[in-house]
């Protein structure tokens, strides 16, 4: 199996699970807005971004640490042995703080279930990461599509019959992590690789040194997605956020297949040592900035009618927000692509850098923007974030000189931009000018699918 076979069929296996969990998660979402008022919704969002940020600090990112020590084929005893003795650690550490952290305001009403939440979903990703690493990638699908079905008889439970609001959001979040952490445990026969006797101290240096750099920037990367969330909550309210949160939902959908192609890229990357030089890289580049432009060009042409479709009322305006927030994900998914490389070759520190100057450029414009032109400005100060993140990580990496069809790429880029401007401040878009707008972009995808298959030919004529 070629290598471009072998990446499209980790992709299938993992997408196969993720896309049916990921769609129903989103689905999830319109029996939210019934549910849970925009400033209950926006309080409960603001609680799970709290969590995701405090998890990497707490595992000290080890679970990427087990998924790159054991793709190096090292003793899988040794690594999982070892990435346990973190968490075991960090649950003492995480109660004794527990008088300190009932004293912030926002947590004390919800301490004991965020940090159940906290700890299951560190002990969730170690599995995950794990299960992967071993290649029991059908297992590993299959478990995401459990907790979603979980996590929708639960919210079912806890929200519509419950009438538990924050509380039952909370509940239902905590069992099904809970339940595809169980799932993965045994399923995945990882009490085998269980054992005190194999924790390793060389080892544990090693991994943290490799895993220790990618603290500062997940909370960067997590900086970027969501402090505009606080930023908004600061200057307009739980409400405001409420709604930001529903509009992030839309390009969430962007999200879960850059999430999927992810994972499949970064075990063929690292598994088969693909350098950022080889030309197999730039190929994959090309396909997946080409589905990621044409994904994002159906959603700006429907996005007015699926927010009023989905969402009940009081979020029907939403959509407005959307289309810089899907510029956002695509910069973001770009960065994430390349970030691929950096795993590959373990020089993880290299990220923080990028990862700062982008996360300082988006809070410095959250901060100059949400006062002056409210919601809208947070997606804008996110997009340019990740504008910033992404080309210095081109620069570094040198992946500027090695794209395909650079022309084509970069005019459906800004033909993606213009069109979300153009949908951000209208008060109801012309869909003529949009198709028109599809059309250009179809075009320069033509192009670039055109130079593929002739560089295509020409190497298969080389052999």
Not at 344 to 359: F, H, M, P, R, S
Request: charged share 10%; hydrophobic share 55%.
């Amino acid at each position: 199996m070629n290598r471009l076979k072998k990446l499209g069929w980790n992709t299938f296996i993992i997408g196969l699970g993720s896309m049916g969990s990921k769609f129903m998660i989103f689905l999830l979402v319109p029996f939210y807005t019934f549910y849970l008022s925009p400033a209950e919704y926006g309080k409960a969002d603001i609680l799970m971004m709290t969590i995701s940020i405090l998890l990497p600090i707490v595992t000290l990112s080890i679970a990427d640490g087990v998924f790159r020590y054991t793709m190096d084929k090292v003793n899988p005893k040794q690594v999982f042995s070892t990435g346990c003795a973190i968490l075991i650690l960090m649950t003492g550490i995480l109660i004794l703080l527990a008088p300190i952290l009932l004293q912030i305001p926002m947590l004390q009403n919800y301490y004991l279930l965020c940090s159940a939440i906290l700890l299951v979903q560190a002990w969730n990703a170690l599995f995950q990461q794990q299960t992967r690493a071993n290649g029991k990638l059908i297992l590993y699908s299959v478990s995401g599509l459990l907790m979603a079905v979980v996590l929708f008889v639960a919210n079912l439970i806890f929200l519509k019959y419950g009438n538990m609001g924050i509380d039952g959001f909370l509940y239902a979040n905590l069992v099904a992590f809970s339940c595809q952490a169980i799932v993965l445990f045994f399923g995945s026969k990882l009490y085998r690789l269980f054992s005190f006797r194999e924790m390793n101290k060389a080892l544990l240096k090693k991994m943290l040194l490799y895993s220790l750099p990618l603290i500062p920037n997940a909370i960067l990367w997590w900086v970027m997605q969501v402090s505009d969330r606080y930023i908004l909550t600061l200057f307009l309210g739980v409400a405001a956020n409420g709604l930001y949160t529903v509009a992030a939902k839309i390009p969430s959908l962007l999200s879960m297949i850059n999430t999927i192609f992810f994972q499949a890229w970064s075990i063929s990357a690292i598994g088969d040592g693909i350098k950022k030089n080889d030309t197999f890289f730039a190929q994959v580049f090309s396909i997946f900035s080409c589905l990621f432009f044409i994904v994002t060009e159906a959603i700006l042409l429907i996005v007015q009618p699926l927010a009023e479709t989905l969402f009940s009322a009081a979020y029907q305006d939403v959509w407005q927000y959307v289309p810089f927030l899907l510029i956002a994900v695509i910069l973001s998914s770009f960065s994430s692509f390349l970030e691929v490389s950096y795993m590959a070759e373990k020089k993880t520190k290299q990220l923080v850098i990028t990862t700062l100057k982008g996360g300082v450029v988006n809070i410095a414009l959250s901060f100059l923007l949400i006062p002056f032109i409210g919601i809208i400005g947070a997606s804008i100060a996110t997009l340019i974030g990740f504008l910033i993140t992404w080309l210095l990580r081109m620069k570094q990496t040198r992946f500027f000189h090695q794209m395909q069809a650079k022309m084509s790429f970069w005019c459906s880029l800004v033909i993606l931009l213009v069109q979300s401007v153009y949908v951000s401040f209208s008060d109801v878009p012309n869909m003529v000018i949009q198709i028109g707008f599809a059309l250009m972009l179809i075009t320069c995808q033509l192009f670039l699918a055109k130079k593929m298959m002739r560089a295509k030919n020409a190497r298969r004529l080389a052999k």
